[in-house]
Nanobody
Framework: QVHLVESGGGLVQAGDSLRLSCAAS????????MAWFRRAPGKDREFVAS????????GYADSVKGRFTISRDNAKNTVYLQMNSLKPEDTAVYYC?????????WGQGTQVTVSS
């Protein structure tokens, strides 16, 4: 199993930046892609960004492209989401996900609130 813990959320103003972290523990010896998702109030959970084990390939939702950057430090078993130029519509609970072959693991989420 893989245990994920997100951190770094908070209350910021529009235009500010935040950096989320997701620390993995457990079966970190396996190589797997990681992703960030978010769920805004009253909406379904949606994809935000993803990154392969080698960090060679990243993907982003159109809504965050150019503003958010996903990265990872495999030595620290941590994936990051740098969020710049935040907008009120970025307000959501942000979750990280480990795409382990045969299973997916989710963290408990971290709240990001962007005021206008």
């Amino acid at each position: 199993q893989v245990h994920l813990v997100e951190s770094g959320g908070g209350l910021v103003q529009a235009g500010d930046s935040l950096r989320l972290s997701c620390a993995a523990s457990g079966r970190t010896d396996r190589r797997y892609a990681m992703a960030w998702f978010r769920r805004a109030p009253g909406k379904d959970r949606e994809f935000v960004a993803s990154i392969t084990w080698s960090s060679g390939t990243t993907g982003y939702a159109d809504s965050v492209k150019g503003r958010f950057t996903i990265s990872r430090d495999n030595a620290k078993n941590t994936v990051y989401l740098q969020m710049n130029s935040l907008k009120p519509e970025d307000t959501a609970v942000y979750y990280c996900k480990a795409n382990v072959p045969g299973a997916d693991y989710w963290g408990q989420g971290t709240q990001v609130t962007v005021s206008s």
